[in-house]
């Protein structure tokens, strides 16, 4: 069992920027890409950025150009630096990797 912890979840302003961040114990030796995901209220879970074990990334159209996925191999740590918010950012963020999942982290996007 591997427990993922997600982390850096807020609120902030349209226009604005966060980080958020998912810790995955072991994640260098385990080889696996971590992908994020988002889910809205009432809404489906959305697919939103891969980073690869090589480093590689991808992002849904929805957000290239303003989120950024990174890790840190010394952390075990991925982070999804998200700029320019809007309001329809607003949602619970998910990790996974390696098939486990974390518990997610809230963004609030509000005037």
């Known amino acids: 069992q591997v427990q993922l912890v997600e982390s850096g979840g807020g609120s902030v302003q349209p226009g604005g920027s966060l980080t958020i961040s998912c810790t995955v114990p072991g994640l260098t030796s385990k080889n696996c890409a971590v992908l994020w995901y988002r889910q809205a209220a009432g809404k489906q879970r959305d697919w939103v950025s891969t980073?690869?074990?090589?480093?590689?990334?991808d992002y849904a159209d929805s957000v290239k150009g303003r989120f950024t996925v990174s890790r840190d191999k010394a952390k075990d740590t991925v982070y999804l630096q998200m700029n320019n918010l809007k309001f329809e950012d607003a949602a619970m963020y998910l990790c996974?990797?390696?098939?486990?999942w974390g518990q997610g982290t809230q963004v609030t996007v509000s005037s």
């Open positions: 996974v990797a390696c098939t486990y």
């Open positions: 980073i690869s074990s090589g480093g590689s990334t």
